[in-house]
């Protein structure tokens, strides 16, 4: 009895001691629902880095990171919830991999004094420090991808794409509408023609696009698609023998299971990317000891060296060096949210760093600043090959249209900073 | 011809496609509630659980594996054998009968008097347990599932088409295998319900249960063979969208498609369910084909519901569905 109670006691101290610090990182994740498969392999590849960091250098500065994961099963309501149930926690940063969810935390991130980091996807004009002084999207963003795609078909048809035809077939969605104001505008500047075919939520549908398609003849096929779309998309582009080196899909169309369903027929298909390809980095060989091998990894560890694992992976490992930078700016391990966002703002990923994480290569170099939070926006193409399995690169991350892309970030954000009576930062 | 009039009759084509397709998801929810008046919330989920049990016994893949290897600390992920499609069907169709079994046994048989909507409620309930059960056994990846039918351009009707129109039509083999079973399905089920003694039983739980009772017919016998014969043509809607996207998740939310050919064909009409997809896949083909571009697109999705409420304001019932008249 005297030993129960003497247990009782101890238990009852160590509950009521103080908290052990940690850096906490809310992980909006989807493994559930029809975008599970796009949000599994993301999600494991965030929990695997802070995990990797845990196990390997006994967290960040010192201090271990606590993933907190909050299933949004891509619902804007959820990630709002889940955004309202984890703030309290000491959340450092949230990436919902969702642009649903962006748009609606930006007030709330931004009133509560918490850093957005949406790579790759989000409100893309949210590149502007000036106006948007919590959201944060670099390495690239959705109009340094249509850029992208614009800028490699410039260089398959000698710099001149005047009279060409492209169709952009787009999630018919916030997502799916974000590249349409720059495509528009660099058909003016390069003189293709512009047609849009929209395809609704979920996109398992998709004949009267590809009938349109085949009727009309694009010479070539932009995709803004994620979920099932994507897979129907490639699908029905094998099936009216649409040719698939002239079918270009955004990033999150560019994933193994985005193509696989297809056969050997989606040999050819390219995709954009802001990140490396496969597992062939010294960072695996550190997640195998430490994490997978160790029976520590995420969900069901079989997702190593896949795309989107790729993507959760980069996406942590940006943050995780915001918080080091961070934590060196304020000479404190433990930082909060607004120490996290200043990190973020000072973040600078030279070669040497990505040498030294074991991911040479992986990334592009760049540095955020008050002005840009967007990054540089070089952005790579890759192409599928079914034989192999594997995705090849085809050309290495290039710049996009500066010019045209920091033209519509002006004018977007400017038009937010008026709509919510914001006044400009960085002067 | 003018071009634009041949390239309306292959969107007349393809809509009628498109349109076996959705009746064949409808043909579920018509079989339920012809029998028993419970409109089967779950039908597209049993698609994919369908779908994704076939394809799970393909691989030879263990299901629950993610849930035994967390628990005993192992790593088990497939038997190491791969079973060919037709025994895999057979197989996947006794796991939809026991489904079946155990939807009566353990959720209908105790909702037995109940209003229809407590009964619709219950369906809900099943249609998000039977979502994660399929998430717990098979994993949520996408599955690509190929059971040797064809797919892409039917190069015949082509060339044929071709040498009419100075066009050549698109027409995917899939959607025409998918016709052909469709139709196969519909005579078995004609035949089963009118030559058959099960048939005929079901035909009288489906006028009047307490009648059907009297005689000896055991509601509980008929009811498991009707959510069997529901679990059947979901099986054979998960091949045929599984197929095109691959399974996964979103098969699921093909009952969204089912919904407006019900609205239109009746609940309680098995012909009903294929003339009315098939008015739901034309017309709103043809919709997006001809007003889609003038609207910005993607059409197709509110038009079907549109399409169907227009053949609501004349037709409550739909057009082949019972007409119900209560007096008071």
Request: with cysteine.
């Amino acid at each position: 009895m005297k030993t129960k109670l003497a247990t009782l006691a101890l238990g009852a101290l160590m509950a009521a001691g103080p908290a052990l610090a940690d850096l906490v990182i809310p992980d909006l994740s989807y493994r559930t629902g029809p975008y599970a498969a796009g949000g599994i392999p993301f999600s494991d590849g965030y929990n695997d880095y802070f995990t990797l960091l845990n196990e390997r250098d006994g967290g960040i500065g010192g201090v271990p990171v606590r993933v907190i994961e909050c299933e949004t099963g891509y619902n804007t309501e959820k990630g709002v919830e889940c955004y309202e149930s984890t703030k309290g926690e000491g959340a450092l940063v949230y990436q919902p991999l969702s642009t649903g969810i962006t748009y609606q935390l930006i007030p709330k991130v931004t009133a509560d004094g918490i850093p957005l980091h949406t790579m790759g996807y989000g409100r893309t004009s949210a590149a502007n420090g000036k106006v948007f002084s919590n959201v944060f999207n670099y390495p690239a963003n959705y109009w340094n991808g249509a850029s992208g795609a614009i800028n490699y078909l410039l260089g398959e048809n000698g710099d001149d794409l005047s009279g060409k035809k492209i169709a952009l077939v787009y999630h018919n969605s916030a997502y799916g509408k974000e590249p349409i104001r720059t495509l528009e505008t660099l058909a003016e500047k390069h003189g293709y023609d512009l047609t849009l075919l929209p395809v609704d939520h979920p996109g398992q549908e998709q004949k009267s696009q590809w009938l349109q398609i085949r009727r009309e003849k694009p010479d070539y096929v932009i995709m803004w698609g994620w979920g099932v779309m994507n897979q129907v998309a490639v699908q029905e582009a094998a099936n009216i023998r649409f040719p698939m080196e002239n079918f270009i899909g955004v990033w999150w169309s560019g994933a193994e299971f985005d193509v696989e369903p297809a056969g050997d027929k989606a040999t050819g298909y390219k995709a954009l990317t802001f990140t490396g390809l496969g597992d062939d980095y010294p960072v695996y060989d550190d997640l195998r000891q430490y994490v997978a091998d160790a029976g520590k990894a995420a969900g069901a560890g079989d997702q190593l060296g896949a795309v989107q694992y790729n993507r959760g992976l980069y996406a942590a490992m940006l943050a995780s060096e915001a918080i080091k930078t961070a934590q060196e700016m304020h000479g404190v391990a433990d930082i909060d949210a607004s120490m996290m966002r200043d990190g973020m703002e000072a973040l600078e990923m030279t070669n040497a760093k990505m040498d030294s994480l074991g991911m040479a290569g992986f990334g592009p170099e760049f540095s955020v600043s008050c002005e840009n939070h967007g990054g540089p926006g070089l952005v790579g193409v890759v192409q599928w090959d079914a034989s192999t399995g594997t995705w090849n690169k085809l050309q290495d991350f290039m710049p996009t249209d500066a010019e045209v892309i920091g033209a519509l970030i002006a004018e977007d954000s400017a038009a937010y900073a008026a709509e919510n009576n914001i006044s400009q930062r960085c002067e | 011809m003018s071009e634009q009039l041949v390239f309306a009759m292959e969107v007349i084509l393809n809509g009628l496609m498109a349109g076996v397709l959705y009746a064949l998801v409808a043909l579920g929810f018509v079989l339920i509630y012809k029998a028993s008046g419970i409109f089967n919330y779950a039908q597209g989920v049993m698609a994919l659980f369908a779908a994704m049990t076939l394809v799970g016994i393909m691989n030879g893949q263990v299901p629950f594996a993610h849930v035994i290897n967390a628990t005993f600390g192992t790593h088990v992920y497939n038997f190491g054998w791969t079973i060919p499609a037709l025994l895999a069907i057979l197989l996947t169709m006794a796991v939809m009968v026991v489904l079946a079994w155990a939807v009566q046994q353990f959720v209908m048989r105790h909702l037995v008097g109940q209003e229809p909507i407590i009964l619709f409620m219950a369906t809900i309930g099943l249609a998000y347990f039977l979502e994660g059960v399929a998430d717990l056994m098979w994993g949520s990846e996408i599955k690509t599932l190929d059971v040797g039918l064809p797919q892409g351009i039917n190069l015949w009707l082509d060339e044929v088409t071709f040498n009419i129109f100075g066009y050549g039509f698109f027409i995917d083999n899939l959607d025409i295998v998918a016709t052909v079973i469709a139709a196969l399905l519909v005579g078995a089920l004609v035949a089963f319900s009118q030559y058959t003694k099960q048939g005929r039983a079901m035909r009288a739980v489906a006028d009047d249960h307490q009648a059907a009772l009297s005689v000896g017919i055991s509601l509980n016998f008929i009811w498991i063979m009707v959510w069997s014969v529901a679990g059947f043509v979901a099986l054979v809607a998960g091949i045929m969208w599984g197929t095109k996207s691959g399974v996964q998740f979103s098969l699921s939310l093909i009952a969204l498609k089912a919904l407006p050919v019900l609205m239109l064909g009746g609940f309680t009409s098995i012909p009903g369910a294929i003339v009315g997809g098939l008015i739901i896949g034309v017309g709103e083909k043809l919709f997006e084909f001809a007003i889609g571009p003038m609207v910005g697109g993607a059409t197709e999705n509110w038009f079907a519901y549109v399409l169907a409420l227009i053949f609501l304001v004349f037709r409550p019932q739909g057009l082949f569905g019972e007409k119900i008249i209560e007096r008071v």
